[in-house]
């Protein structure tokens, strides 16, 4: 029995002779899958709410990583904006100096801090304690 190699013209033809064989299919998949998907009845459903509030009082925190080419606009711009904002705290941390300048709304000067920092916004949480000489050592190395 020989054996006889189908190329593509081959394929084509048996495509032309079941062409409606073909196109029927596929139609029947695809409505039956329409018909299929909504029939579907949906498993979840949810609700939401979304409820704002205006807060009167501000916990929040400002800090700024002190560079030459910003020194006069964190020390003297912002600082009175976030001041006039009513911004609790706002830090001006100057890498070189290995101090961080903490300006409170009232201050008009800033508290400078090399030792230790302590930050506790709430009174319900405990402070957050940064100790400077090592965080700082760890910024540049040497650590």
Request: aromatic fraction near 12%; charge should be positive.
């Amino acid at each position: 029995m020989a054996q006889y190699e189908l190329n593509l013209r081959d394929y084509w033809r048996i495509v032309q002779r079941r062409k409606l064989v073909i196109l029927l299919s596929t139609f029947l998949v695809a409505m039956f899958s329409f018909w299929f998907a909504s029939q579907k009845v949906p498993i979840y459903q949810a609700t939401a709410a979304i409820k704002f509030e205006q807060s009167t009082t501000l916990t929040g925190l400002f800090v700024e990583v002190l560079s030459p080419s910003t020194a006069r606009a964190d020390r003297i711009t912002k600082r009175i904006r976030f001041q006039r904002a009513g911004i609790p705290e706002y830090w001006i941390v100057d890498l070189d100096a290995r101090s961080i300048e903490r300006w409170r709304p009232a201050d008009e000067r800033p508290e400078i801090l090399t030792e230790s920092l302590s930050w506790q916004p709430l009174p319900a949480h405990p402070p957050l304690t940064i100790d400077l000489p090592a965080c700082f050592a760890r910024i540049h190395g040497e650590a």
